[in-house]
């Protein structure tokens, strides 16, 4: 393990926790790491207790948005120790984020040092129980202090640690979405590949129309024609039609790389099954649950897993999917992805990191 300089925090934040409730992102575990950016280089960075930050009303960030993050688990592993599930993409990620917004890249390998630091240091956060885990969020913004229209010249990394229950309230159970006919998330040429603070904020006021009708989600369409799927807000959307699994293509660049995508998709073709990365319309969606085709739609993300869609909504069209239940892709999907992360069923892939303590 690299030499990181750790200043332990004096008590703990764990008297504060609600073990039984734990919801999503709403605790937060005693230490972060903290690297900074300045005279053109990261520096080694080190660890100290979680805490607030000294800022400056001229922090650029708060004016221009130039913040990127990651997002992924650490999971109680029944060996004993602790797996984290393919952090080198997120690294890669981060670093591709931080090319669309002018970020200096960080050193993939001092990331992945980082991370496992700071989780064996915290290894008591991490939740015992099945369905929960510890999530990891890397964050990094510029930290000078101006205004004017410009990259800034120093940055700071945060690595910070939450025990996390499931994403949704419905956990496994399908939720309801609806297709957004009114407002867009992502154009050609923009940050829609980027997991940057200003993609998220473009979809707040489309989601909380959605959550105001009863949804728990939007499902974006193109900017352009309004006709093709992208993705869903918090996570990349799959069909199964006529025995084929379908998902939307990066080449557009309007939707993010997702580690999960990846990995279901990965497994999907292991397994013999008809994938295709394409353009797909809603209309073909539509149609094909006419046609008695749409088998299954689920989500795929760092904080759900697998989420199954069983109801969704297009302008004034309502269909329900596999009777509001979990198809049998999905339920498979997400019990060898969940298996994987555990240490239940052997990694074949080589996505697991694994940390002892």
């Not at 991370?115 to 000078?144: A, C």
């Not at 006021?205 to 105001?212: D, T, V, Y």
């Not at 795929?300 to 049998?328: Q, Y």
Request: aromatic fraction near 10%; proline fraction near 4%; hydrophobic fraction near 40%.
């Amino acid at each position: 393990m690299p030499d990181i300089k750790i200043t332990k925090a004096q008590t703990t934040r764990m008297t504060g926790v609600d073990w039984s409730n734990l919801r999503f992102g709403v605790y937060f575990s005693d230490h972060m790491y903290i690297a900074r950016y300045k005279g053109g280089k990261w520096d080694d960075g080190e660890i100290m207790p979680y805490g607030p930050l000294p800022m400056e009303p001229g922090l650029c960030t708060l004016h221009y948005g130039q913040s990127i993050f990651e997002g992924l688990k650490a999971f109680k592993s029944v060996k004993g120790g602790a797996n984290i599930f393919r952090p080198e993409m997120n690294a890669k990620r981060l670093n591709h984020s931080g090319s669309r917004v002018c970020i200096p890249p960080f050193d993939v390998d001092k990331f992945l040092d980082a991370l496992k630091t700071l989780v064996i240091l915290d290894n008591k956060w991490i939740p015992q129980k099945r369905g929960e885990s510890l999530y990891i969020r890397p964050v990094v913004f510029g930290s000078s202090n101006f205004l004017g229209v410009h990259a800034a010249d120093e940055y700071l990394l945060i690595v910070m640690t939450s025990p996390v229950a499931s994403y949704y309230a419905e956990g496994l159970s399908p939720v309801k979405i609806m297709v957004s006919n009114e407002y867009v998330r992502a154009v050609r040429g923009g940050l829609g590949s980027a997991k940057t603070a200003a993609n998220y904020a473009a979809s707040l006021l489309g989601g909380m129309k959605a959550k105001e009708a009863g949804y728990a989600q939007v499902l974006w369409l193109d900017a352009v024609t309004r006709n093709f799927v992208d993705e869903v807000g918090a996570m990349n959307i799959v069909f199964v039609i006529d025995n084929e699994i379908i998902t939307p293509s990066l080449e557009a660049g309007t939707i993010l790389a997702g580690v999960t995508r990846d990995s279901v998709l990965t497994l999907a073709r292991q397994w013999g099954m008809k994938v295709s990365e394409r353009a797909i319309e809603i209309g073909e969606v539509m149609d094909a649950h006419k046609k008695g085709l749409l088998q299954e739609i689920f989500g795929t993300g760092t904080a759900a897993v697998i989420s199954p869609v069983g109801h969704l909504r297009h302008k004034d069209t309502v269909i329900e999917i596999n009777n509001m239940k979990i198809g049998p892709i999905a339920q498979k999907l997400y019990d060898t992805i969940t298996s994987i992360q555990y240490g239940e069923i052997p990694d074949e892939h080589g996505w697991i990191t694994h940390l002892d303590f």
